[in-house]
């Protein structure tokens, strides 16, 4: 059965304080691999996708790479406006149309 | 801007009381999406039709219906909303699926059921 797991489950950092979030993921066959941004009471909203081990996204102060069994998404010198729930999704060879999300990290930046 | 949109944003509704929520894209997608997500929970798929075809997940309960009348509109119904239905509701959409294309996400409707 594939499966996504992130961690941490929620993270807290001081303005500057650069991390990383880790979703590891187990599928058949990955076709791609997709993070979100959730903010409270909204829709996710789309970041990134990767296709690839070696793979790497940027915007603005994130960073998303793959391997071949998770990816990490880094915030370098975050902001308050950061704060968010990051979701990681994936889409593998037997899963149709369908997506495997995470349960996703909460991120607060504190100023 | 091409978009998903969702109405309405927030619906209150009886024990009950059947309730549609609507959704529509304007990306001219050929995938679109029901999912339900509470509280700290990771969305959870309901249905998805690719075209016309709908695909419903083997745990969506039966109170739970879907309409897709054309490749802009689909609407999730639900025939007797119980307590536990109380949740947001997101409306997706994608290009063609099969796990290349990212999904796109509507701002969701707030369920309340009193």
């Known amino acids: 059965e594939d499966q996504v797991t992130q961690s941490p489950e929620a993270l807290r950092l001081q303005e500057g304080e650069s991390s990383s979030l880790n979703c590891s993921y187990t599928?058949?066959?990955?076709?791609?691999l997709f993070w979100y941004r959730q903010d409270p009471g909204k829709g996710p909203e789309f970041l990134f996708t990767?296709?690839?081990a070696g793979e790497e996204k940027e915007k603005e102060r994130l960073k998303a790479t793959l391997t071949k069994k998770e990816s990490f998404l880094h915030i370098t010198a975050p902001k308050p406006e950061d704060s968010a729930t990051y979701l990681c999704?994936?889409?593998?060879?037997?899963?149709?149309?369908?997506?495997?999300f995470g349960k996703g990290t909460k991120l607060t930046v504190n100023p | 801007d091409a978009m998903v949109i969702q109405n309405p944003r927030y619906q209150v509704t009886q024990f009950g009381k059947p309730v549609t929520l609507s959704c529509s894209q304007t990306l001219n997608h050929n995938v679109m999406y029901w999912y339900q997500q509470k509280s700290s929970q990771a969305p959870k798929l309901l249905f998805h039709y690719y075209d016309k075809d709908f695909n419903n997940e083997a745990d969506t309960p039966d109170n739970f219906q879907s309409r897709r009348p054309n490749t802009s509109f689909c609407f999730l119904d639900i025939r007797s909303p119980g307590l536990g239905d109380a949740a947001m509701y997101l409306c997706?959409?994608?290009?063609?699926?099969?796990?290349?294309?990212?999904?796109?996400f509507g701002p969701g409707t707030r369920l309340t059921v009193l």
């Open positions: 990767l296709y690839s």
């Open positions: 999704a994936v889409g593998a060879q037997g899963g149709s149309e369908k997506l495997v």
């Open positions: 599928v058949s066959g990955l076709r791609g």
């Open positions: 997706a959409t994608s290009r063609d699926g099969r796990g290349y294309n990212e999904q796109f």
